[in-house]
């Protein structure tokens, strides 16, 4: 952003006294620092720097020391930048003197530090675009509203409406009376997202208590979609807060509920911006082919960044609506690589994999390394699903955190793509979290072992 811009948003908003410097964790977290206004013209000059080890935290937000961010390399730090066009007013802050912008973290020379997801996102899109295609892309994100007051056995629980008194406690997926009674939030977050640039453009009631799924706009600028999903979470934490609850992006937070996926829609677009996925049968479109076999053949080394986190793993059940195999086919949601039911010229893969609790950049880098693979190779994809994918005997995917690890540090294809310092020190955060979280002892072991043997 060219300082004439930045003067004009300061003319634009003369109350803003604060501003938030946001850069993205390798969970896809929002982290940084609050600056005073009379410092923004030094931070989109000369940029502000950050200890390179926010890059490599584990879940309790401490740093993993054996990704060699932290004290052994004396915790330095690195240059941050604010990204073109993300500087804009926080609309949920009451005040309304403050403001945001979405960073990118940098080499202290400049370059672009290799383990930052945005910059692992450009470089993907960068090789991508080699095939000599465009994208249309737009994400799909699903979460739960939570009430803040648990059960009295502690367990979650979803909230209370203000608009009718009564708490959500069944499945009514689609269902207009659970959006009537959550209204006001969801106008809240599509405001709060329009007023940030944020093209969020529908709220549905999902397949839970609770549950809710905000779309993307489709849009072509891949740096942007993903940036605008990052930001969205965001918003919808905030607005959650204001409105007396909590919002979660976890993959499963309940055991016998629907988990939660972010659901990644592309399209390929030649030089003229026409559809070369598009046919009457796209199931039978050479390059749609090519690149669903690509993207099947990949699942299994990109399964540790679509799916994060212990608890990810938790959402692949049969008959959940979370692919537990390698499958594809046309207007199904029990497959890996949907393609929806649209006029042609909409023809496009839904990649059903990612948890919501994936780092978007990370999931949307892993679609497009698919797409290019199979399409550079010609692969052919296993023939296609119809009706139940839970009861074919497709291969199945990692349906564990240990497996697809070491499915990814078995695929040569993951260095490439995502580069060997990102691959190193995502696996050491993610297998120190592993450990972290099976070194504790559930209740329900001391429930049913410790009387039993």
């Known amino acids: 952003m060219e300082p004439q811009t930045l003067d004009s948003f300061l003319v634009q908003h003369p109350h803003i006294t604060s501003v938030d410097l946001l850069i993205v964790d390798l969970d896809g977290v929002l982290r940084g620092k609050r600056v005073e206004r009379s410092l923004l013209n030094k931070v989109f000059t000369q940029g502000f720097n950050l200890p390179q080890s926010v890059l490599g935290l584990d ?36 005040a309304g003197d403050r403001a945001q912008v979405l960073c990118a973290m ?40 939570i009430d803040p007051q648990r059960t009295q056995e502690g367990a979650l629980q979803a909230p209370v409406s203000k608009v009718s008194g009564n708490r959500m406690n069944s499945t009514q997926v689609y269902s207009i009376n659970d959006l009537d009674d959550y209204d006001d939030f969801i106008q809240a977050v599509l405001d709060s997202a329009r007023a940030q640039g944020i093209p969020a453009d529908a709220v549905i009631a999902e397949y839970a208590p609770g549950q809710f799924e905000v779309n993307l706009n489709y849009q072509q600028d891949i740096l942007k979609a993903t940036d605008d999903a990052v930001l969205l979470k965001r918003v919808i934490h ?14 499963k937070p309940y055991i016998d509920e629907a988990g939660n996926g972010l659901h990644i829609h592309m399209s390929l677009l030649d030089r003229d911006g026409q559809n070369v996925l598009a046919a009457e049968d796209p199931r039978e479109n050479a390059l749609m082919r090519q690149a669903v076999a690509g993207l099947l053949d990949m699942a299994d080394a990109t399964q540790a960044f679509c799916c994060p986190t212990l608890n990810s793993y938790r959402r692949f059940a049969k008959g959940s609506f979370a692919p537990t195999n390698k499958t594809w086919g046309l ?13 042609v010229a909409a023809t496009r893969i839904e990649n059903r994999m990612a948890g919501a609790d994936a780092n978007p950049y990370f999931a949307v880098t892993a679609m497009l390394a698919g797409i290019t693979e199979g399409i550079e190779g010609k692969l052919t994809p296993p023939p296609y699903t119809t009706g139940d994918a839970y009861k074919r005997g497709a291969a199945m995917v990692p349906d564990n955190q240990r497996d697809s690890l070491r499915a990814m540090a078995n695929d040569s294809r993951i260095e490439t793509w995502f580069g060997k310092e990102t691959m190193r020190v995502y696996s050491e955060v993610k297998w120190h979290n592993l450990q972290l979280f099976e070194q504790q002892i559930t209740p329900m072991e001391y429930a049913l072992l410790l009387p039993m043997v």
Request: neutral net charge; contains cysteine; hydrophobic residues 40%.
């Open 59 to 94: 879940s309790t937000g401490a740093t993993v020391e054996t990704s060699h961010l932290g004290v052994v390399t004396g915790d330095q730090d690195r240059l941050c930048r604010p990204i073109a066009g993300t500087l804009q007013l926080i609309p949920w802050h009451a």
């Open 331 to 343: 207007d199904n949601r029990s497959v890996a690589m949907r393609i929806p039911a649209s006029n």
């Open 106 to 145: 940098y080499e202290m020379d400049g370059s672009p530090l290799e383990i930052y997801p945005r910059h692992v996102l450009e470089r993907a899109k960068a090789r991508f675009e080699k095939l000599g295609y465009q994208v249309g892309l737009a994400l799909e994100l699903e979460f739960y509203l």
């Open 238 to 251: 905030a607005i959650a807060r204001q409105h007396g609850m909590q919002a979660t992006f976890m993959a």
